[in-house]
């Protein structure tokens, strides 16, 4: 069971450094009434939830999305980033009081399909790992990521809206929220390959 524990926290964290710096962001643009936090919180469980649910039906020999195309999901990412960019551009000059150009996620549909593009690594180690485990370790694998999900929201909003963070970032807020999406959806986009093999496919 220990070792259950462990092996779950280890792969947790392997798969979702990433995520900090993302759920960091949003509660960011939750400092400005963009994004209430809740909606950060269940957005990002629902889209957790989505990917552990991939990978256990992946184990058990079901494909959901071919692998080679799940790339395609980073432009979920970079639509609502390019989005944020636009209205930030939009109100540029504006009062800073009334401004509402952070990105708004989509709310919590947004954030539940930020999680699940920026989860393509989460499936392909989540699967094998409940193709070969026992029933009973992976439902407390499960359980694992399920409590530390909590754990990655309160890191998260702890340091998104610290108050030293806030004033340090207040400046280029408007401007970071949708950077980090933009950078996130070509990050996926490229780093999985898919435009290459769609270019491939087209040729």
């Not at 195309?69 to 944020?84: A, D, R, T, Y």
């Not at 690594?121 to 407390?140: E, G, H, K, Q």
């Not at 998260?156 to 280029?172: H, P």
């Amino acid at each position: 069971m220990i070792g259950t524990i462990a092996g779950a926290v280890g792969l947790f964290a392997a798969t979702n450094i990433d995520d900090i710096v993302v759920l960091t962001v949003l509660f960011l643009a939750s400092t400005r009434g963009t994004l209430p936090g809740w909606k950060v919180v269940i957005g990002q469980y629902a889209g957790f939830i989505a990917l552990v649910a991939i990978s256990v039906l992946a184990a058990a020999g079901l494909t959901i999305v071919p692998d080679q195309w799940v790339g395609f999901l980073g432009l979920i990412p970079l639509g609502i980033g390019l989005v944020g960019l636009i209205r930030a551009l939009r109100r540029r000059g504006e009062d800073d009081d009334d401004d509402d150009a952070a990105v708004r996620a989509g709310g919590l549909l947004g954030v539940a399909g930020i999680t699940i593009a920026n989860g393509a690594d989460n499936i392909s180690l989540y699967t094998p790992v409940f193709r070969t485990a026992p029933i009973p370790d992976t439902v407390v694998t499960i359980a694992v990521f399920l409590v530390l999900v909590a754990v990655w929201c309160l890191v998260a909003r702890f340091v998104g809206t610290n108050k030293t963070v806030t004033e340090a970032l207040e400046k280029i807020e408007h401007w970071l929220v949708p950077a980090v999406f933009i950078g996130l959806g070509l990050y996926i986009l490229i780093e999985s390959g898919v435009i290459a093999r769609l270019i491939d496919v087209l040729s």
